[in-house]
């Protein structure tokens, strides 16, 4: 089944690191992506990270992969206000269909 | 100046009348996509084309037809617009799978439906 589980809300305290959680349920996905929105803009893409990897860093970005628990992580180190978005994991199936989380609102307070 | 492009961004219309959204990119790839975001929904894809004869339906197929003019055009058609359409809209793309099948979203279309 596709299924992309993430928990809502996240809040955390400016230079502090953040870490969203997603779930997915499809061991066929060959790529896994982290996207960011901001208020009344488009999806950006973050990062993503190949199937057969299991952590990759850019920058203030770690993503971390477990295929066999099906948990992809973001963590985001020294975290600032311009951070604050909401966070989609997605992951890539069959004929590229990209199946998306509901999205983690990250709320980083001064 | 922005590789996919949406228009109109806002767009508030009454029940029953026929809306096209529309939807051009500049970075040259061959597939492309619409989907609709609800909040708590997260995206769901509503079409997708992988050239330009080639259509398919997504998950919330129902309501919309499409329109692949171009490589570079997609346009997304509501024949009778009804209130639970109301939603942001986004298009994406994609380049022809092997170079990490990333796909790249537009900015959005706020649709209203009253």
Same mark, same amino acid.
């Given at each position: 089944?596709?299924?992309?589980?993430?928990?809502?809300?996240?809040?955390?305290?400016?230079?502090?690191?953040?870490?969203?959680?997603?779930?997915?349920?499809?061991?066929?996905?060959?790529?896994?992506?982290?996207? @960011?929105?901001?208020?009344?803009?488009?999806?950006?893409?973050?990062?993503?990270?190949?199937?057969?990897?299991?952590?990759?860093?850019?920058?203030?970005?770690?993503?971390?992969?477990?295929?066999?628990?099906?948990?992809?992580?973001?963590?985001?180190?020294?975290?600032?206000?311009?951070?604050?978005?909401?966070?989609?994991?997605?992951?890539?199936?069959?004929?590229? @269909?990209?199946?998306?989380?509901?999205?983690?609102?990250?709320?980083?307070?001064? | 100046?922005?590789?996919?492009?949406?228009?109109?961004?806002?767009?508030?219309?009454?029940?029953?009348?026929?809306?096209?959204?529309? !939807?051009?990119?500049?970075?040259?790839?061959?597939?492309?996509?619409?989907?609709?975001?609800?909040?708590?929904?997260?995206?769901?894809?509503?079409?997708?084309?992988?050239?330009?004869?080639?259509?398919?339906?997504?998950?919330?197929?129902?309501?919309?037809?499409?329109?692949?003019?171009?490589?570079?055009?997609?346009?997304?058609?509501?024949?009778?617009?009804?209130?639970?359409?109301?939603?942001?809209?986004? !298009?994406?793309?994609?380049?022809?799978?092997?170079?990490?099948?990333?796909?790249?979203?537009?900015?959005?279309?706020?649709?209203?439906?009253?």
């Amino acid at each position: 089944g596709e299924d992309v589980e993430q928990s809502l809300f996240l809040s955390v305290r400016e230079g502090d690191s953040s870490v969203i959680n997603c779930t997915y349920t499809d061991s066929s996905s060959t790529y896994l992506y982290w996207y @960011k929105q901001e208020p009344g803009a488009g999806l950006q893409l973050l990062t993503y990270i190949f199937s057969n990897m299991d952590m990759k860093q850019d920058q203030r970005l770690t993503v971390l992969l477990n295929k066999k628990d099906k948990h992809l992580s973001l963590r985001i180190a020294d975290t600032q206000t311009g951070d604050s978005a909401i966070y989609f994991c997605a992951e890539i199936i069959r004929f590229q @269909k990209l199946v998306f989380g509901t999205g983690t609102r990250l709320l980083v307070s001064p | 100046d922005a590789d996919v492009t949406q228009t109109p961004r806002n767009r508030i219309t009454k029940t029953g009348k026929r809306i096209m959204l529309e !939807c051009s990119q500049t970075k040259g790839h061959d597939r492309m996509y619409w989907y609709r975001q609800d909040p708590g929904l997260g995206l769901r894809l509503i079409y997708y084309s992988f050239d330009v004869k080639d259509i398919n339906k997504g998950e919330i197929s129902d309501g919309y037809s499409v329109s692949r003019q171009a490589q570079a055009k997609f346009s997304l058609s509501l024949e009778s617009a009804i209130p639970n359409q109301t939603a942001l809209y986004f !298009c994406a793309t994609s380049a022809v799978s092997g170079s990490s099948d990333t796909q790249y979203f537009g900015p959005g279309t706020r649709l209203t439906v009253l």
